[in-house]
């Protein structure tokens, strides 16, 4: 309860007029728009390795989260549908 408070009462106390700092410059990061896969059995990747894993019309993708930390964005189509999953 005491770090909501607190959290709370620094929004509360927030400059509304501070600015925002870019780090990096518009597109910085690029998406993945053609995405390139393998099979599961054929995929080098640690059976422990975070995945985020897309099932539409009986067909699946997965994308590495590792991969996904240098990208953030990967757009695909999956089972006919095109989708777009970000982290």
Do not use: C
Request: hydrophobic share 45%; proline share 6%; glycine share 6%.
């Amino acid at each position: 309860m005491l770090a909501f408070f607190l959290f709370l009462t620094a929004v509360l106390h927030a400059d509304v007029t501070d600015e925002i700092h870019t780090v990096l410059p518009r597109d910085a990061i690029p998406a993945i728009f053609a995405p390139e896969f393998v099979s599961s059995d054929k995929a080098d990747v640690r059976k422990t390795a975070p995945m985020i894993g897309v099932s539409l019309h009986g067909e699946q993708h997965a994308y590495s989260m590792y991969l996904l930390n240098r990208h953030e964005i990967v757009n695909d189509v999956v089972g006919g549908e095109p989708i777009g999953s970000t982290w």
